[in-house]
């Protein structure tokens, strides 16, 4: 599934548009980070909030 959003930053300005392809909801960030390692040759995605805003980051070659 993909979805289209925009975010409304701090400064009162839209992000660009971006598309993202969501996992199913009943799977937990464990198993969201797992499949990614399993899959992702070595990347792994770290997520937090910074000032009330999610913010993801991807590591290639993590190890």
């Given amino acids: 599934m993909k979805k289209q ?4 930053l701090s ?3 839209l992000s660009t548009i971006k598309t993202s392809t969501l996992f199913p ?5 464990e ?3 797992d ?3 399993r899959i ?3 990347a792994i995605l770290h997520r ?3 000032d009330g805003m999610q913010v993801e980051v991807i590591n ?3 190890v």
């Fill in 25 to 29: 909801e009943l799977w937990s960030d």
């Fill in 60 to 62: 290639i070659g993590a």
């Fill in 31 to 33: 198993k969201i980070n």
């Fill in 40 to 42: 992702g040759d070595g």
């Fill in 11 to 13: 400064d009162g300005n």
């Fill in 48 to 50: 937090g909030i910074v």
């Fill in 35 to 37: 499949s990614i390692a």
């Fill in 5 to 8: 959003r925009t975010t409304q």
